[in-house]
């Protein structure tokens, strides 16, 4: 009986999460306690070694672990977000793993004996690439995981492979990199750079009615990708034609947020306009259990106060805005894109 009563009292299994989220939310203590630990302790030489001694090699060292431990502990943490999220997953494991692999040729470079000069420059060199490939790469990551449009996807990721082994390639070279390298590896990087922004523009649900504007858009990234790589082909050296260069940017600019603010316009009317499911939803609340129906967004539950979001989307065309519903293939009815 009493035993009986125990089990009852216990019953709080309520609350407990799943045995796979406790693992991970176990380690991902175990890696933020890591950092704190490895931050402090660097910290604290750093500030020993600049009040006590005078500044020297050592002193520098230790200031550029401690930068490069910061720097790459945030690229991680943002990897290990959108890993957890799903976005993007394969990118972000890519993405931890090279910069754990870039951390560790800086850490190598900047205590190995007599590295600490060009090596660690050319390792820092290294870790802009990374990230700033990383983030290039994530059009077309993004792109790819969604199973849309796999050609220019693949396409995107292999160009900002490419571009970024080349420059990896320039930064390396112990003899100086030959011209014609340099200038292959700088078109490599427009390349790489407009089939991003094609990436992110081809996503832009901005509806049927933006197609021109997504034409024009996409017109001037790739003028503007054939005009670099023109100049840097060929060295040119003319005012007219840089102020030409300056033109098509500025137009592809501003065409590229006119589509956004066009989409963001769009996306408002939303949940105001839901015509397949009413913006409200019955439920039990999972805490207390009571019965009740809230709105979407924001909502609490109205028994014991516990806090929730709820988001209610019906799936429509990205191109012309079709209501995507009790459809026996998955093509738009309307204007036949592939969903
Ligand atoms: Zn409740
Ligand atoms: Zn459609």
Not at 294 to 301: I, L, S, Y
Request: glycine share 8%; proline share 3%; net charge positive.
């Amino acid at each position: 009986m009493e035993e009986k009563a125990a089990v009852t009292f216990q019953s709080p299994a309520l609350g407990a999460a799943p045995d796979h989220l406790l693992a991970h939310l176990r380690l991902k203590r175990a890696f933020l306690r890591t950092l704190v630990i490895s931050l402090t302790t660097c910290a604290l030489v750093a500030v020993g070694a600049l009040l006590l001694g005078t500044f020297n090699e050592t002193t520098a060292k230790v200031l550029t672990t401690l930068g490069a431990l910061a720097v790459h502990s945030g690229a991680a943490m943002f990897c290990a977000g959108t890993l957890e999220h799903r976005r993007w997953p394969k990118l972000s494991a890519a993405g931890l793993i090279l910069f754990a692999v870039s951390f560790c040729v800086l850490i190598t470079c900047i205590w190995w004996p007599g590295w600490f000069d060009e090596p660690t420059i050319r390792a820092i060199l290294t870790f802009g690439t990374l990230a700033g490939f990383y983030i290039l790469a994530i059009p077309s990551a993004d792109l790819w995981e969604r199973r849309t449009r796999r050609v220019l996807a693949g396409a995107g990721l292999l160009v900002c492979a490419a571009a970024f082994l080349m420059v990896l390639a320039c930064i390396w070279a112990t003899v100086s990199c030959n011209v014609e390298f340099a200038k292959a590896t700088g078109i490599a990087i427009v390349i790489a750079f407009s089939v991003a922004h094609t990436s992110l523009l081809v996503r832009v649900p901005a509806g049927r009615g933006a197609d021109w504007l997504l034409m024009v858009a996409l017109g001037c990234v790739w003028l503007l990708a054939a005009m670099a790589s023109a100049s840097i082909a060929w060295g040119i050296d003319e005012e007219f034609w840089y102020r030409w260069l300056g033109a098509v940017g500025v137009l592809g600019a501003c065409s590229s947020f006119a589509l956004l603010i066009m989409a963001k316009l769009r996306q408002v009317g939303k949940v105001a306009n839901l015509q397949s499911a009413a913006a409200r939803v019955e439920l039990r609340c999972p805490r207390c259990t009571t019965l009740q129906t809230v709105d979407a967004g924001a909502a609490r539950c109205n028994a014991c106060g516990l806090k929730f979001r709820i988001e209610i989307e019906e799936p429509r065309c990205a191109k012309c805005d079709y209501l995507l519903w009790q459809l026996p293939q998955r093509r738009c009815p309307e204007c036949g894109t592939e969903f």
